[in-house]
């Protein structure tokens, strides 16, 4: 069963919320060490994503909304995918832009 889509539009956004903070930290650190703050290796980029879920269901769990997610139908691949999706798509478009630059 689908959650219903205000559940998934409200932890989508903060899932992206959530990656956008994630990736200035990782760029601020790659810019202090003297690197370009956008590239990211495959690897970094898929460390990063698996912060952001990690991030995201820790946050679920301190705020105490799993019960209340589990009650709804809501599976765990459910709430992990709300957190990686946006983490994803973020980094999919950082590296399509970063590759058409150049």
Known sequence: MRPNTLI???????GMRLWVVARLLAGAMI???????????????VLLVVSCIALGLADVRRRHERALLEN?????????SFFACP??????????????IE
């Open 72 to 80: 709804l139908g809501v599976s765990p691949f459910a709430r992990a």
């Open 8 to 14: 998934i539009a409200h932890f989508a956004a903060r």
């Open 87 to 100: 983490a994803l798509v973020g980094e999919s478009a950082i590296a399509v832009l970063g590759s058409m």
């Open 31 to 45: 810019a202090l060490d003297g690197g370009h703050p956008l590239y990211l290796d495959l690897s970094s980029a």
